[in-house]
């Protein structure tokens, strides 16, 4: 096997690599905003909760007792 060749197979190797790697952090990145949208949701939805409970201040958004 020449050198070329060999180094041609690498580079056929690693862009294969590459291309793997960029359809996951699109995959993880389409993942994360999902389950950002729906935290937001959650908190929202906690908070509304919180308040028809009587509270005043929603607790996500009240300081811990430590401050």
């Known amino acids: 096997m020449t050198d070329i060749t ?3 197979e690498q580079i056929a190797h690693l862009t294969r690599t590459v291309d793997d790697l ?11 905003a999902v389950a950002t949208r729906r935290l937001a949701m959650l908190m929202e939805r906690e908070a ?3 308040m028809d ?3 005043s201040v929603p607790l ?3 300081r ?3 401050y």
């Open 48 to 50: 509304g909760r919180e």
């Open 6 to 8: 060999h180094l041609e």
């Open 60 to 62: 996500a958004d009240q």
């Open 22 to 32: 960029s359809d996951i952090v699109t995959r993880q990145e389409n993942e994360l």
């Open 64 to 66: 811990p007792p430590h």
């Open 53 to 55: 409970a009587g509270g």
